[in-house]
């Protein structure tokens, strides 16, 4: 896994240092920087795959944009020359980058101006300065020298790991599959796309095969017998409403036999958020890291709560060292969080005086852990005990 993510000059964010466990939760206020940490994360995955563009970066769920939007910009500080990004892992394996592109004179694609990888042991492309009379400044050495590397490597899986990841945020229009995913990915898409074919696999492969995680999901949603996907959906829909060949059909327990199917058109939008989010921690073609921005939206704060609760085991069941970055807004999803336990951490986002992004993490101290006893972790957020909260 990787263990520690350095951030330099990126957006809001000054410096940053952040130590990751398996599940990562970001709070905060609107506007404190919290997508932006996951987006500086997804530059370095582009870097690690050999470009940065903006197709590059839309292809990981980054908001493109011109050099300005992407630097740190403050009244206090210079603006840095170079955006500077690490990813280190458990054995000391880590990727280095420094970026470049000037202000007055964009480029459609970033320039490396210094890049690094290493096994933790040997070096194997050394930092410095690129000579860019041998090599193309657009095109990572990296990932050229990755092909070289044993899949046993801890570089290779570092890097791996990097080039997976993707920044998903759903979108209920695309999760009823009345709307096309612009950036489709399996095994569901950036946008909830795939929903229906995501869960026939999801479904076959997995939940089909172990009780215990087929009903750990189904509990989640109380009003359902059952869901399938089906390509004979049309009977259930309006001819005006636009479909994909597969659909999903969910049976509701409480109605006649005779009327009790409906598809995800039809169905609580919340049903769909808790598939997308199974799918993403158990599916086996899932990327190793990945994040979900605002993870609790469209749910209600008791299935948030219980939601979040199932992330960290789903996640250990599907792959001991998958992680999982989100943010919310919702004060229910912490009670789901067992801050006691090391894997799941929890990182409360402000901006200080200067607008600078910062990160904190919430540990139970023994006063936390005092006042928890007589009021929830999400109380507590919002009695101001963990920071993190607006100032309005």
């Known amino acids: 896994m990787i263990q520690i993510i350095k951030i330099e000059g990126f957006k809001s964010i000054l410096s940053m240092t952040l130590e990751l466990a398996r599940v990562n939760c970001f709070i905060g206020a609107n506007g404190v920087g919290k997508s932006n940490i996951l987006e500086a994360i997804g530059v370095l995955s582009a870097a690690a795959n ?10 990981r769920g980054v908001r493109p944009g011109v050099p300005r939007l992407y630097k740190t910009s403050f009244e206090t500080d210079r603006t840095p020359a170079h955006i500077g990004l690490t990813a280190t892992g458990q054995q000391g394996e880590a990727y280095r980058i420094s970026l470049l592109n000037p202000l007055e004179n ?8 210094t890049e690094y990888l290493t096994d933790g042991s040997t070096d194997i492309v050394s930092d410095g300065v690129r000579n860019k009379k041998n090599l193309t400044p657009t095109a990572g050495l990296a990932a050229l020298k990755q092909v070289e590397l044993d899949s046993a490597n801890p570089a290779f899986k570092l890097m791996r790991r990097l080039q997976g990841y993707a920044i998903y945020s759903p979108n209920t229009p695309i999760l009823r599959a009345m709307v096309s995913d612009p950036q ?20 076959k492969t997995v939940l089909d095969k172990n009780e215990n995680l087929l009903d750990s999901v189904f509990e989640l949603l109380d009003w359902v017998a059952d869901i399938e996907t089906t390509n004979t959906g049309g ?15 969910f049976t509701d327990r409480f109605m006649k036999k005779s009327r009790n199917t409906l598809t995800a058109y039809d169905a609580s939008e919340g049903a769909l958020y808790v598939l997308f989010c199974a799918i993403l921690c158990l599916s086996p073609s899932a990327p190793k890291l990945l994040a979900i ?19 960290g085991t789903w996640l250990a069941h599907a792959d001991q060292k998958r992680q999982l970055l989100f943010t919310a807004h919702n004060p229910a999803v912490l009670d789901g969080l067992d801050l ?3 894997e799941i951490r929890l990182f409360a986002v402000d901006r200080n005086s200067n607008g600078h992004t910062q990160v904190t993490r919430i540990q139970f101290s023994e006063k936390l852990l005092a006042l928890n006893k007589d009021y929830p972790l999400s109380r507590l957020w919002l009695m ?5 909260v607006p100032n309005v």
């Open 293 to 311: 921005d605002n993870l609790d939206q469209a749910l209600n704060p008791r299935l948030a709560s219980r939601l979040a609760g199932k992330l």
């Open 340 to 342: 006691l336990d090391d």
């Open 106 to 113: 964009p480029n459609p694609a970033w320039e490396f101006k």
């Open 384 to 388: 101001g005990h963990l920071g993190a």
């Open 50 to 59: 050999g470009t940065v563009d903006d197709e590059s970066l839309l292809r």
């Open 235 to 249: 009977s259930l829909l309006s001819p005006s409403v636009a479909r994909t060949q597969d659909v999903l059909k």
């Open 184 to 203: 489709s990915r399996e095994p569901v898409g950036l946008s909830g796309g795939r929903l229906a074919e995501a869960f026939a696999d999801f479904r």
